[in-house]
Each structure stands twice: as structure tokens, then as C-alpha cells.
Nanobody, 116 residues
């Protein structure tokens, strides 16, 4: 069973930056759609940013211009700049055939807390 390992979260002031990392075993990131998701308290999990093997990227409107998704062979990254309190959530990575339907079980995620 694939287990994602997310890291890099923490407590940061509004306007600050964080860089999240995600590792997964084997060829997990060979899936066509890999992405970062987040879930805030009392809210549904949502796609934050995604990338495909063809190089296509997608971002939630709320993070466009502030977040950047990238990858290398073994890891997935999310650079988060100009953080806002509303970015506070647990961030997860996942993969699958499409961003809207991640295939694997969710990992523990990494907590991002942005103070005002």
C-alpha cells in the first residue's frame, strides 16, 4: 500500500513562506495526475495545486500567483508564498488518473498554520 509522507508544515505569520515536500514509494509519481490537497477544520478537502506528467499545472483560484507546485523524480513540492490565515489547513499529497479523483489512501498530512 502506498504511503505518502508530507513534511514542511509549521506555524508562520501572514505574508510568510513555507515549502512543503512529499515523498512516496516506487513509481507512485508516475501517475498522470499528482497534486497537493488541503483540508481546513469543518471544510471538505480541496485540490490546491496539481501537475501532470505532460507538464500541465492547475491551481485553485485562491492560491494562484502565490503557490507553485514542482517535482523531481522522487519528490513533490509546494512552494507557498504570501501566506494568508485562510491557508491554514492540513496539506496532503496524492496521485491518480485525474486530480479530482486521487487514487491512494491519504497520508497524515502536514499542518500549516498562518497567524494574522
Amino acid at each position: 500500500q502506498v504511503q505518502f509522507m508530507e513534511s514542511g508544515g509549521g506555524l508562520v505569520q501572514a505574508g510568510g513562506s513555507l515549502r512543503l515536500s512529499c515523498t512516496a514509494p516506487g513509481s507512485t509519481f508516475d501517475n498522470n495526475a499528482i497534486g497537493w490537497y488541503r483540508q481546513a477544520p469543518g471544510k471538505q478537502r480541496e485540490l490546491v495545486a496539481g501537475t501532470s506528467n505532460g507538464g500541465t499545472t492547475t491551481y485553485a483560484d485562491s492560491v494562484k500567483g502565490r503557490f507553485t507546485i514542482s517535482r523531481d523524480r522522487a519528490k513533490l513540492y509546494l512552494q507557498m508564498n504570501s501566506l494568508k490565515p485562510e491557508d491554514t489547513a492540513i496539506y496532503y499529497c496524492n496521485a491518480g488518473g485525474s486530480w479530482n479523483y486521487p487514487f491512494y489512501s491519504w497520508g497524515q498530512g502536514t499542518q500549516v498554520t498562518v497567524s494574522s
